[in-house]
């Protein structure tokens, strides 16, 4: 039976999708890009209410630990999902009795965001961002790694999307995550140490060397790029 899945996006801040009909394999791929272009354009955890869906084939339930594990390293990002029959686990964490049990348990300020135009600038905003995140959460030693990911991270905007983009950015233990959306489909190819006869190359080489870990995750209308860095890190090298 073709699948009919459909996804209402809340328009009342409340970071609920519901999906309604039915659910197979082949609508997988609609509900994954549904719920990662929310994920990017919500600033915190999103989540899907499944009372109204219908799961005609078990295994695709995979999709949203497809959903969480792609969205693990996104600032205050997660997937929270909500099914009254229960019974099951999405990548080891419970699956909700209704919206509202798992709403209550929401965080609240746990991201910091800015809208910016791709215009000269737009770095210096992010790294005050920056600056004043690392600060306000007690993450002095990330303040500079951080202001140097993020400004290759706009200016990769800049010069290449040219489109507006939204800067986030969250604490974690020990850690902060940032993460630039934009609109464009093309994604960044970091292909190691430029060479020193190059013109540029060097800004995600640059991203690589401060960042625990980073990556690009498309997007249907556009791309997210995300970095984590690692206080931990900065007190090595430090020492």
Known sequence: MP???QCQ????????????????????????????????????????????LRITDPTARAVFTEVRRAVADWPAA???VCDPAGGWT????????????ALAGLPSGGAVTADLPPSVGAARQARELVAAGCARWGLPDLIE?????????VN????????????????????????????SPHTPRFAGIAPLTS???????LIDTVSRR??????????????????????????
Do not use: Y
């Not at 394999?25 to 990662?36: I, P």
């Not at 951080?146 to 400004?151: F, K, P």
């Not at 905007?157 to 939204?166: G, I, L, Y």
């Open 156 to 183: 990769n905007v800049v010069a290449h999307a040219r489109t507006p983009m939204t800067v986030r950015l969250a604490p974690g233990h020990h850690v902060l995550r940032l993460a630039v959306r934009d609109h």
């Open 78 to 80: 997660d997937l929270l």
């Open 3 to 5: 699948t009919d899945v």
């Open 214 to 239: 980073w990556g690009c995750t498309p997007l249907p209308e556009g791309k997210l790029v995300w970095a984590v860095l690692d206080g931990e890190d900065e007190a090595a090298l430090a020492g």
């Open 90 to 101: 999405v990548d080891g964490a419970p699956v909700w009795s209704s919206p509202e049990v």
């Open 9 to 52: 996006v809340e328009t009342d801040g409340s970071a609920l999708v519901r999906l309604t009909g039915s659910l197979d394999h082949t609508g997988a791929n609609t509900v994954r890009d549904a719920l990662l272009t929310r994920l990017g354009d919500h600033a915190g955890p999103v989540v899907v209410d499944l009372s109204e």
């Open 199 to 205: 013109a540029g190359g060097r800004g995600l080489l």
């Open 145 to 153: 790694p951080g202001a140097i990911a993020v400004t290759e991270m």
